[in-house]
Every structure is written in structure tokens, then in C-alpha cells.
């Protein structure tokens, strides 16, 4: 743990803060390895219904997100919606477990779990808030950390819950799980974290809700969101390339999938903390701009992976590189609309679904135009575009300390 994650786990705001991000990473992590079987094996959901809702519901999640965003910078009180949204996970995973319909299924995932994870990039912005007076560096080294700590429910909870319920002969059960780990959650930011005031609220009151909109789609953020989405997008295709050159190309089992996905997702805890302390001493741009070569190496070498042991030689290049993707990212999105943290907070949840559909079309074209391992190669391509529009955008900020 660096020191400054030390130093800022002593506020006991964002320690609270760290253990709210644990239990909302605990329910996801309990569910969505699961979700389709739960939804198309033990519900009936078509395939190509259950596509269209999971779409769907990314879509409600990045304009429920940007929407709270900018009613928790008006209002200047997190707390309050962090419970609403809270609660509608309590309700949403429960309503699975206790009525397991096509529509309740269907109404949780479309309309009260995207409600639910809004709870992230909210959370977020109450840390920043929080952490703001530590400066740039600090800041970078909690959002580190926080980040972790989602990690560290999808190393350890998604096994578990598989391992107890397999013999059940249904998954239904972890939405259950879900449910009480958010009813947790609610309890704990009810009775600890205090309303802590928007220190930019003032602004968010002088902003409509359309000024707010047309600032992530001013050309300055615009930009900088396609930059980072398609060095995302590099982590989209990883997780569906994976597998198929694991079990193809590289001659491995099935079993070789969850032992590489394991050894990846425990040293990507570790390594996030480290990227933590690298910012301590590099600008965010420069410490993105090495995470994102290291990836984009990663991903040439995958795509050229031919035996199993390369895939396993590659898990701490990837677990490294992927650490950087995925907790660097945040800092610089809230940095994008510095003032106002609610709204800035929100382009994490925007990140998510660009860099989720960049994925997805480069799989659509990579599989067309060439194999799996092509498929890879071609995501290095978008990673190294991705990384060449960031340096032409914010290149003069290399080198420059990130105290801001």
C-alpha cells in the first residue's frame, strides 16, 4: 500500500468509502459471471432478447450515472442518492431471488440494477471530494486503491459463490447474496458517512441540465473520451479473445481459462496499488501512456501466443498493464470536468460503455477479416491509435507534476 493510500485511510470518510466499494463490488461480483445463466438457462430468455436487454441496460446506466452526476453537484448531497441507488439494488437483485420471473428478471436488469450501478462513479466523486485538499498525486493514489478494492471482490467472491451454489442446481441463489450485501451497504452509508457538501455546488445550480450534457460533448472532453474508450476497448477484447486462444491457438483447457483469469485478477490488486505510487512521481498522462504500451505489448503478444505456457508467461505483463487501464483512467476522466466531481465522476460509467462498444465492433471485425489472434492484434492497433490521440491531446502535459 503506498503512503499516501495510508495516509488517506486515516479519514475515516473515505476508509467508509473503501468498505461501500467493497460490498457494491461484492453483489457485482456475486451476479454478473452468472447473470445469463440465471436469465436465458433458468428463466428462458431468448439469446437474442437477453443481447437486446443487456444493451439496453448499459444504456440506462451511463444516462442514469451522467443524470446523478449532475443532480449531486446541484444539490451538493451524495449521500442521499448513494442510498437511492442503493436501495434499488436491495430491491432489483432481491425481486430476482424472490419472485425469478422473465419480467422481474427483465425489470431489474433493464431498469433497477443500471439504477444500482450508478453507486460507483458516485462514490468516486465523494472520495474526490473527500481527498481533494491531499492534491493530485494523493488523489490518484485513494482512486488506486478504491479501485482495488473492487478488484478484490472479483478475485475471491465469484469462485466462492460458483463453488457453494453449484451443487444447488440453480445460481438464483447469489442474487440473494447480492441483495443482503446491498442491504449492508445501506445500512453502513446511513450510519457513517456523513453529507458532505459538494464544495461546487454553487456552479452545478448555474449549469442546466443541457449546459451539463454539452460539456461531455464539448469537443475538449468528446475527444479525450475516445482516446481513453479505445485504450479500454483494449480490456473488452482481452476478455473475449482469451478463452478462444487459450483453448485454440495456444492447445490449452478449459480449465487453464480460470486459473489464468485468477492469476490475472490477484495481481491486478497488487499491481493497481503500484500504479498508485507511480503516479506519486509521474504526471497521469505519463504513468496512462506506460500502462498503455505495456497493454498494447501485451496484446501483440497474445495474438502471437502459440503455446500454453506463453499465455501463462503473459499474466504479469497483462495483470500490470491492465492495472494501469483500469484504475488511471478515473483519476484523469474527473480531472476532464475538474470543478463539478458528480459530473466528471459520470464519464466513468460513459468510459464503460464506449470502450465496451469499441470492443465489441473491433471482435465483429476482427473475426471477419482474420482469426482470434488476429483479432488481438488488431485490438493493439486500437490501443497504440488510442495512446498516439492522447499524446496529441494532452502531450504538453507530459512530465508535469499532477498536483492539480
Known amino acids: ?8 485511510m486515516r479519514n475515516p470518510v473515505i476508509r467508509t468509502s473503501m468498505i461501500a466499494i467493497v460490498l457494491f463490488g461484492f453483489s457485482g461480483a456475486a451476479t454478473s459471471p452468472y447473470q445469463s445463466v440465471v436469465g436465458i438457462t433458468e428463466l428462458g430468455l431468448s439469446d437474442g432478447f437477453y443481447s437486446a436487454l443487456i444493451f439496453a441496460a448499459a444504456l440506462v446506466n451511463v444516462a442514469v450515472s451522467v443524470t446523478i452526476g449532475i443532480v449531486a453537484d446541484r444539490v451538493g448531497n451524495y449521500r442521499t442518492l448513494m442510498l437511492a441507488v442503493i436501495l434499488c439494488g436491495v430491491v432489483g437483485y432481491g425481486a430476482v431471488y424472490l ?181 506519486y512521481r509521474l504526471s497521469h498522462i ?18 502471437l501466443s502459440t503455446e500454453r505456457w506463453h499465455i501463462y508467461a503473459l499474466t504479469l505483463i497483462s495483470a500490470f498493464g491492465a492495472a494501469a487501464l483500469i484504475s488511471i483512467p478515473i483519476t484523469y476522466l474527473q480531472e476532464l470536468i475538474a470543478d ?29 477479416i482474420s482469426d482470434y489472434s488476429g483479432t488481438a492484434l488488431l485490438s493493439s492497433l486500437a490501443g497504440i491509435a488510442g495512446l498516439l490521440l492522447l499524446l496529441f491531446l494532452d502531450g504538453d502535459r507530459r512530465g508535469k507534476a499532477s498536483a492539480s
Open 99 to 279: 419472485l425469478p420471473t422473465k419480467g422481474s428478471f427483465v425489470l431489474a436488469a433493464l431498469m433497477l440494477l443500471p439504477v444500482h450501478g450508478a453507486l460507483n462513479p458516485l462514490l468516486f466523486a465523494y472520495v474526490r471530494t473527500a481527498a481533494k485538499e491531499m492534491g493530485g498525486r494523493h488523489a490518484a493514489a485513494v482512486n488506486s486503491g478504491i479501485r482495488a478494492a473492487i478488484s478484490l471482490s472479483w478475485v475471491l467472491v465469484p469462485g466462492l459463490v460458483g463453488l457453494v451454489l453449484s451443487a444447488r442446481g440453480s445460481m438464483l441463489p447469489a442474487y440473494l447474496l447480492a441483495s443482503l450485501g446491498c442491504l449492508a451497504n445501506f445500512v453502513l452509508v446511513l450510519r457513517l458517512l456523513p453529507e458532505k457538501a459538494s464544495v461546487d455546488g454553487a456552479l452545478g445550480k448555474r449549469l442546466s441540465f443541457l449546459a451539463s450534457f454539452g460539456e461531455i460533448l464539448s469537443l475538449r472532453v468528446l475527444a479525450r473520451l475516445l482516446a481513453i474508450a479505445l485504450i479500454s476497448s483494449m480490456l473488452h477484447v482481452t476478455a473475449a479473445v482469451l478463452p478462444l486462444i487459450v483453448t485454440g491457438a495456444a492447445g490449452g483447457k478449459v480449465s487453464d481459462i480460470g486459473i489464468i483469469v485468477g492469476i490475472v485478477a490477484f495481481l491486478e490488486v497488487v499491481f493497481i496499488v503500484v500504479w498508485g505510487r507511480i503516479q
Open 1 to 8: 500500500m503506498s503512503s499516501p493510500l495510508l495516509i488517506a
Open 340 to 368: 463539478r466531481p458528480g459530473l466528471g465522476s459520470s464519464l466513468i460509467s460513459v468510459n464503460v460503455f464506449l470502450g465496451a462498444g469499441f470492443g465489441a465492433a473491433l471482435f465483429a471485425l476482427g473475426t471477419r
Open 286 to 303: 505519463d504513468a496512462l501512456a506506460l500502462g498503455t504500451a505495456i497493454y498494447v505489448l501485451n496484446m501483440a503478444l497474445l495474438g
